[in-house]
């Protein structure tokens, strides 16, 4: 079981920056590929940008170019850098951990609500 709590979010004006955190529970969060995730009002979640067991990135179109995920194993943490934030980057962000170990594992934060606005 792993838990997952992420922090970092608030209200930034147009043109600003956040860096959003997700701290894991356990020994093992090396082995999960990390993901974050986020959900606008009345929009569907949406993958933002993921990084695998090697550090290997992805992004979404949205954030190419002004988000940047990284981890830290030694921390148990994974950060969503974001840069020239705008409002419709308004939501509530969400860090994923997932393996397959025979089964998939997949476990959720609860969010963090990220609001852009002047």
């Known amino acids: 079981q792993v838990q997952l709590v992420e922090s970092g979010g608030g209200l930034v004006q147009p043109g600003g920056s956040l860096r959003l955190s997700c701290v894991a529970s356990g020994s093992t969060f090396s082995s999960y590929t990390m993901r974050w995730y986020r959900q606008g009002p009345g929009k569907e979640r949406e993958l933002v940008a993921g990084?695998?067991?090697?550090?290997?990135?992805n992004y979404a179109d949205s954030g190419k170019g002004r988000f940047t995920i990284s981890r830290d194993n030694a921390k148990n943490t994974v950060y969503l850098q974001m840069n020239s934030l705008k409002p419709e980057d308004t939501a509530v962000y969400y860090c994923?951990?997932?393996?397959?170990?025979?089964?998939?594992?997949?476990?959720w934060g609860q969010g963090t609500q990220v609001t852009v606005s002047s």
């Open positions: 990084i695998d067991t090697g550090g290997g990135t």
């Open positions: 994923r951990a997932a393996r397959v170990i025979g089964i998939w594992n997949v476990y």
